[in-house]
């Protein structure tokens, strides 16, 4: 029973393009979502996040996107640099305790 | 400001034995996690401390695992005896915020990865 699905493991994309990774989840209680970025033998960092009575949160180069009605949430990184290759860990949360996704590998190829 | 320590970063046992893990959260933080990763599966939680004393183990095999916090700082979690499928790396984290807030940023360490032979 996941409660969070990246459906990608991989994804590969050109320097200075955009990158889009998606996440669906299933519990409608989930009250704030959030994305990790975690480099090879290093723990998660903390990347952005999003409160569930928001559609959008913008920092930067990132922006996270929040469709409710289809329990679904994108990280949109523009544009996108080498540096940005990592896995990245979608994760809900509710009351306080969070859940991640399996986990997307961004590539960005120079 | 000093991150989350872990140590040992790396262990190798042979299954039925042994094993313990060391974390030294973000000074002044309450919260203290601990998370396991399997390879190719997101970080799961395993327990969760707030100040020293747990609020959430529901996923934490007590057949097998175990954890303290002493005297609210410091973390240990044991695995005793390991199974093959204990293999995986152990995250532990630290937040400020309390366990009823409706959001924690948390802090990773950056692990130990266990392999059971």
């Given at each position: 029973?996941q409660?969070?699905k990246?459906?990608?493991?991989?994804?590969?994309?050109?320097?200075?393009?955009?990158?889009?990774?998606?996440?669906?989840?299933?519990?409608?209680?989930?009250?704030y979502?959030?994305?990790?970025?975690?480099?090879?033998?290093?723990g998660?960092?903390?990347?952005?996040s999003?409160?569930?009575?928001?559609?959008?949160?913008?920092?930067?180069?990132?922006?996270?996107?929040?469709?409710?009605?289809?329990?679904?949430?994108?990280?949109?990184?523009?544009?996108?640099?080498?540096?940005?290759?990592?896995?990245?860990?979608?994760?809900?949360?509710?009351?306080?305790?969070?859940?991640?996704?399996?986990?997307?590998e961004?590539?960005?190829?120079? | 400001?000093?991150?989350?320590?872990?140590?040992?970063?790396?262990k190798?046992?042979?299954?039925?034995?042994?094993?313990?893990?060391?974390?030294?959260?973000?000074?002044?933080?309450?919260?203290?996690?601990?998370y396991?990763?399997?390879?190719?599966?997101?970080?799961?939680?395993?327990?969760?401390?707030?100040?020293?004393?747990?609020?959430?183990?529901?996923?934490?095999?007590?057949?097998?695992?175990?954890?303290?916090?002493?005297?609210?700082?410091?973390?240990?979690?044991?695995?005793?005896?390991?199974?093959?499928?204990?293999?995986?790396?152990?995250?532990?984290?630290?937040?400020?915020?309390?366990?009823?807030?409706?959001?924690?940023?948390?802090?990773?360490?950056?692990?130990?990865?266990?392999?059971?032979?």
């Amino acid at each position: 029973d996941q409660q969070v699905k990246q459906n990608s493991p991989s994804l590969s994309v050109q320097e200075g393009r955009i990158s889009i990774l998606n996440c669906d989840y299933t519990n409608s209680m989930f009250d704030y979502f959030l994305w990790y970025k975690k480099y090879p033998a290093e723990g998660p960092t903390f990347l952005i996040s999003i409160s569930s009575i928001k559609d959008k949160n913008e920092d930067g180069r990132f922006t996270v996107f929040l469709n409710k009605s289809a329990k679904h949430l994108s990280l949109h990184i523009v544009p996108s640099q080498p540096g940005d290759s990592a896995v990245y860990f979608c994760a809900a949360s509710q009351g306080g305790k969070l859940i991640f996704g399996q986990g997307t590998e961004l590539s960005v190829k120079p | 400001e000093a991150g989350v320590a872990q140590s040992p970063r790396y262990k190798i046992i042979e299954k039925r034995q042994s094993v313990a893990f060391w974390c030294n959260p973000i000074s002044g933080h309450a919260t203290l996690y601990w998370y396991q990763q399997i390879l190719g599966q997101g970080p799961k939680l395993l327990i969760q401390f707030q100040n020293n004393g747990v609020v959430d183990d529901s996923q934490l095999p007590k057949d097998r695992f175990s954890a303290e916090r002493l005297k609210g700082v410091d973390s240990t979690l044991k695995i005793q005896p390991a199974k093959l499928e204990d293999s995986a790396v152990y995250l532990c984290a630290s937040s400020s915020g309390d366990y009823f807030r409706a959001y924690n940023e948390q802090f990773f360490g950056p692990g130990t990865r266990l392999t059971v032979l």
